[in-house]
Structures are given as structure tokens and as C-alpha cells.
């Protein structure tokens, strides 16, 4: 049993479930060819760290870290577990 729950424990640890989104122009943030998506975060950490580095010197820009996303037919939309800026 404790074999189990150390697997379990090391697969949420592992799990990559943080998307950023980075908004290049924020006072065109409908234009979603602006947009710039990545997945697979391990970390918000690492989502912030990656804006950071696509913003560079990029004064007008937006940004949401996403955590536990699906998308949800239902809605049109993506229902996430918590949204960070």
C-alpha cells in the first residue's frame, strides 16, 4: 500500500498541468493571433519564468498561467482549477 501512495504522490509532483498564456498586445487582447500558448508547465514558477522570457522588453503585454484545465463542450470554454496572473 505505501509503494502505491508513494507512486501517486511522485505522478502529482511530476504532473505538467500549468498552460500559460502570454497576450502580446494587451489593448488587442481579442485578436487571437497575438496570442502565444505553451503547455505543460510543471509549476506556476515556471509558467511566470517563461512570460517572463517571451515578454523580454515587451511593455504592453498580458499573461494567465492556467492550472487543471478541460475544455468543456457544454460551454465552449476551458473550466480550470485556478487561473494566476
Given at each position: ?23 502580446s ?9 497575438t ?51
Amino acid at each position: 500500500m505505501s509503494l502505491l501512495l508513494i507512486l501517486v504522490f511522485l505522478y502529482w509532483c511530476s504532473s505538467n498541468d500549468w498552460t500559460g498564456f502570454y497576450y502580446s498586445d494587451k489593448d488587442n487582447i481579442g485578436d487571437e493571433s497575438t496570442w502565444t500558448i505553451k503547455s505543460d508547465f510543471i509549476s506556476l514558477e515556471e509558467c511566470r519564468n517563461w512570460i517572463d522570457n517571451v515578454a523580454w522588453n515587451n511593455t504592453n503585454y498580458d499573461y494567465e498561467c492556467w492550472y487543471k484545465c478541460k475544455y468543456k463542450n457544454d460551454y465552449w470554454m476551458y473550466i480550470c482549477k485556478e487561473t494566476v496572473k
